[in-house]
């Protein structure tokens, strides 16, 4: 694991696009895995900056999305596939037919699992997957104590997600339960993988995921194992190493 620690929260977010950049440049048909969130905004900003002035094409790229919430409409502004097209995809040229959110309407959501599956296949896998790191250590949708070898699966969502992401849906009961998300066992099988964290609330699990034993109570602990992960953070972040 190679570790770069940038010294502001601004500078952390252009390493990071820049990380992406590269891979777009060294293979202009890479698949490109994206997470939402608010530590990835600032990342998609950067990319989109990139793209612009120094022309940086996407016409080849694919990207698919490591997980969405069931049952919500993709044109709700909290919903994955809406943040992923507004706070990226609708300003770089990429080909709307070559990206990829699972199917939140799909029901049950169970039956959308196949399908998520066979569409990264055909994007003939993840060749950079960019991850961020939850606060308890989680990755995507996969929570602490979720089995290392976890595939697509339809995933609780634990009350710590349900009480952060209230503000944006409009009250924790507006929240969903369910979350449609790549497995760990599947995210391991990218590539590449970009881990990002930022922030002084992260700075404990960073300490953990760096440090302590590998450990499906910690389930980012698992990527140390990857052959070819690059974790970038901000001096925030890294505050407790």
């Not at 060294?26 to 939402?36: E, F, N, Q, Y």
């Not at 049952?71 to 992923?84: H, L, M, Q």
């Amino acid at each position: 694991m190679q570790l770069i620690i940038k010294e502001t929260e601004d500078s952390f977010h252009r390493e990071a696009a820049m990380h992406v950049t590269r891979q777009v440049l060294r293979k202009p048909d890479s698949t490109i895995g994206l997470a939402t969130g608010n530590t990835t905004e600032g990342i998609y900003r950067w990319m989109i900056r990139l793209h612009k002035e120094l022309s940086i094409d996407y016409s080849q790229c694919k990207t698919c999305n490591l997980d969405e919430y069931a049952g919500v409409s993709p044109d709700d502004p909290a919903s994955c596939n809406y943040r992923i097209r507004d706070g990226l995809l609708n300003h770089i040229n990429i080909n709307p037919e070559n990206t990829y959110v699972p199917n939140s309407l799909r029901s049950p959501p169970e039956l959308e699992l196949d399908v998520f599956k066979n569409k990264v296949d055909a994007f003939g896998g993840v060749d950079l997957q960019i991850i961020a790191v939850g606060q308890n250590g989680h990755i995507a949708f996969n929570e602490p104590g979720t089995p290392f070898g976890s595939t697509y699966n339809v995933a609780q969502i634990p009350q710590s997600t349900v009480a952060a992401r209230a503000g944006i849906f409009g009250g924790a009961g507006k929240v969903p339960r369910l979350g449609i998300t790549m497995g760990i066992s599947d995210i391991m099988m990218s590539r590449n993988i970009l881990l990002v964290a930022s922030g002084a609330g992260k700075a404990e699990i960073v300490r953990q995921v760096l440090y302590e034993p590998i450990t499906e109570d910690v389930p980012a602990t698992v990527l140390r194992l990857h052959p070819s992960v690059v974790f970038i953070i901000d001096s925030a972040a890294a505050s407790a190493l």
